[in-house]
């Protein structure tokens, strides 16, 4: 399996780019200057390699065409139809994937297992006006929120988003309920916790899986508190019914013990923070410090604890995505930089696009050697040396690694995805 030979297709196609260029009006007339495809490959270039100033743009679009054009033209270009242009083919990337799945897909008996989970990229001070953050004690900052909605199953890209860094995930989460279906498992951080999307996903024969936040409170059947039944359990194990928030939402909790270690440096970080702030961490608080606490609305006669624990752990893949991501494409250079509205969202689409393509690759390998076999950060780091030594869009990624080259190194424990995946079957 190791040594089977992968085999790769072309990315983009210049005819789509261009297009998606004529519908977006990025272009108007034919212009022997401005190609959509140069113009595509010059901005992913630009954030593979942190220059993306508009004189460093011009610079690396007049290498792949001429006559060059001069950073002004480049300023001229990169505005609101620059941006729809970017946004459609983001779209078309996550559209046009193959529906076909792992073979764990089979065995798990939901149509879709989809997570969430969002990343704030950071952009110097000047920018806040426009793209404000929550600020700290030295003034205001700048960033920009992207939110990916992911299937566990396929290993594709459901959705990708890009929002104001001060927005909330649990606002921002509202938006995956109209993709949401009748047998999908929807997996959340805490973030994301509303009660009342649960509700919803349960009328339409949707599941859902989240972790327990501090601050929701919950009593038993029998009316007792959740620190009580943690208290009294002689156990590892908790799982019953009980009733969540001041709705009374009936659901079902799973609770599994930490171990020692883990639940000592839970407490010890928790009375840390509480003395910084001259309080007294609570009773309650370092009482759920000791538990893996998890709600949802899978029945116990589906999926056992065991089971659910291992499911939650594969959540995970979607943090592993982001960063390597983050760790190979230099966004943060990129957006070192005061600049208008429009040059900050091309480079951060350009940015998701490169991200989109290591997913997308991720997937047609998986499909051809297995997932276990792969490393998320080093098919990263091949895209991005892939997208630096082409000089033609069509074969972005037209030509397939070495597996040698994103293969994952070998280690005992197994990967978060795979131990989820395993566990549903």
Known sequence: MLNTPLTARSLFSVSRLDEIARKTRLVTRNSKKFSPGNFLL???????SGKASFNQLAISLSGLATPA????AVHKRINKFAVAFLLQVISDLITSHSTNTLD??????FKRILVEDSTILRLPKTNAELFPAHGNATGPTAGVKCDLCYDLLSQQPVSFDLHRAT????????????LARKGDLILRDMGYFDLSEFAYLEGIGAFWFTRLPLTVNLVSDMGSSLEKLLE?????????????????????LVAVRADKETAEKRRRDR????????????????????WHLM?????????????????YRSRWAIEIQFRAWKQSVHIAAALNRKSNKWHVEALVCGSMIVALMGLRQMAIYARQVGLAVLSPEKIMDWIVDD??????????????PDLGHIRRDVRRRKSTVIEGLTALS
Do not use: W, Y
């Open 167 to 178: 927005e909330q995930d649990r606002t921002i989460g509202k938006e995956i309920l109209a």
């Open 232 to 252: 009294n359990a002689s156990g590892n194990e908790i799982d019953t019914t009980v009733f969540v928030g001041k709705a009374r939402h009936k659901c079902r």
């Open 387 to 400: 997208i630096s030594r082409r000089e033609d869009p069509e074969k972005l990624a037209a030509v397939p």
């Open 271 to 290: 009375r840390k923070k509480a003395r910084e702030l001259g309080k007294t961490a609570s009773r309650a608080a370092l009482a759920r410090d000791g």
């Open 104 to 109: 764990e897909f089979s065995r798990s008996g």
């Open 295 to 311: 709600l949802t609305n899978l029945p116990a006669d589906r999926i056992g604890v065991a089971t659910l624990a291992g499911l």
């Open 69 to 72: 054009m001069c950073k002004q």
């Open 42 to 48: 010059t901005l992913l270039k630009s954030v593979c």
